[in-house]
């Protein structure tokens, strides 16, 4: 059989060949054969469940056409379902092959021969102790032996939910209650049939129930598995019953947010909208409305920065995330909201709320009074002799950061506003150079007043060439130090956008500019995170709007 070079080789033909040579196994001479190769059988299952657990089904089906008919003969041979782990492998080679949507007949119809499958195996075995007596029971009721079972499925799920339920209901009634290891041993069952839709009601009972135990009474292959199939959209479940798996085994809320990381690095970030759609369908903003999953979920995209250097993607990343986590608490029933200090508790915390205080709360003509109050909290606690160490900097770097977009909004408003530069200037020194040893906060702020005071001479100006920003420009490409670079750039850029002539040289100036210097990423994101702030606050201005939607369409082809 021909199979991709990029796949393990699994002797399909073999096997098949000795399914159909064993049949049902009823003579004794293939009852020894198949005893024989039971646990090469055995180990063939696990190795084709590795490789297929992995593909969409009709990927798998493709790479090994042959499998249903191997599948479907190994399930009916009570030997090879009695032995060892054979039949929980067979079950999970099955559920792989499950469409959780079926696209056509085709493929709706290989689901029923996956369901009546599953249903054979629930049946057999130890999930069954004599099939022989039921089957003519089932023929009397006029019932297939499909049919019943996928009826007994049905039913033993709704039995088993309504018994959690009640013993839930029950609380510290110790008579009644199911015992932790019988929970357990339902969470196991469920491992193999998790992709199966009759079983969606018992999985979300179970990830909402905790009996009296202090230690954690479902598997944790069932919680793996879960987490698994709904990260990889096999499964739908509600938001509660997520939220309840990751506050209950943690390893699953990491997998999730590095998850989650991997699909924002995939995607070109032509648009934040889009990123915020797949931030809000992985649930990690709304389930970081908890104080212990907002906190290790920031943990991780802290993490995340260092170990990037600090790349703008991956900021502007934390900065979306931040904005949603915040729509989800701010929409919390207030009798059930945790204090802001519970998700920064070891932070300033009139600091903190005048952070979170989302732009459209205040009126347009308080902002710059706003980003001053930021600035002079955040001096007084930067320059308190406690801080001492580039830890605790650091913390206080990446709480101002995630918050980025009231310091986007201060390099605005001293352009657009009569505002008092030297508070404004001092929190984007801060926020593009936080350390000030050897006083290079103190340099970058020097520079940017002359960036700034250079800029406010021309905004007024309606006629510009790039030859009235040589001044700025150069000081943009003719420095070494990074932080002055990236802050007169993000300067530079404003200007551009909001100043009366700026729009007619923007093009040209901010091609020179990205030619000669590594800044392409900053300025992209500068217009990225600007564009997704206009869509949500709207911009009066509509040649503003009109430029920056074709800077962005230039900067998508460059990027």
Known sequence: MAQDTTMPKLNFEYWLDKAVEWGQATTLESQKDVCLHLPQLQEFLHQLYETIKHLVPTVAIQQFPLIGQLLGRLCWNPFVIGYDESQKTLMWCLCSLYSSEPQNAVEL??????????????????????????????????????????????????????????NQCNGLNMQESISASRVNTISIFCVPLITLPDLTPLLETLLLYHGGSSKEILSLEFLEAVNEAFLKKKISLPESAVFSLWLRHLPSLEKATLHLLDQLFSIRLNSLEEVARVMKDSLLPQAASHPAIFRIVNEIFKNALMETDGTPEVMTIIQVFTQLFLQAYQNKNKQYKFPLKAYFPYHHQPLVRSLVRHPLELPTTYWSHHVKHISDMLKAIVEDTNVSSLTDLFEIWFLVACFGEWLDIAAEQLLKAAVEPDPVL??????????????????????????????????????????????????????????????????????????????????????????????????????????????????????????????????????
């Open 426 to 559: 001092w929190l984007l020194a801060f926020y593009y150079c936080p350390k000030n040893e050897n006083q290079q906060r103190t340099q970058t702020m020097i520079e940017a007043q002359a960036v700034y005071n250079h800029l406010m001479t021309l905004f007024s100006c309606r006629d510009l060439s790039l030859k009235d920003l040589e001044a700025a420009v150069h000081r943009v490409t003719g420095v070494e130090q990074c932080c002055n670079q990236q802050l007169s750039t993000h300067l530079l850029t404003n200007f551009l956008l909001f100043s009366s002539g700026g729009h007619k040289i923007a093009q040209e100036c901010i091609y020179h500019i990205t030619e000669i210097t590594d800044t392409s990423k900053e300025v992209y994101n500068l217009l990225i995170r600007t564009a997704y702030r206009f869509n949500h606050s709207g911009e009066k201005n509509q040649r503003t709007v009109k430029l920056l939607n074709e800077l962005l369409q230039k900067f998508t082809l460059k990027v």
């Open 109 to 166: 119809k290989a689901n029923s021969w996956i369901r009546s499958l599953l249903c054979h195996l629930l049946s057999s075995s130890k999930w069954e102790s004599n099939e022989a007596e039921t089957s003519t029971f089932i023929s009397a009721l006029g019932y297939t032996s499909a049919d019943y079972y996928c009826h007994l499925v049905k039913n033993m799920v709704v039995s088993l939910v309504t018994e959690l339920r009640e």
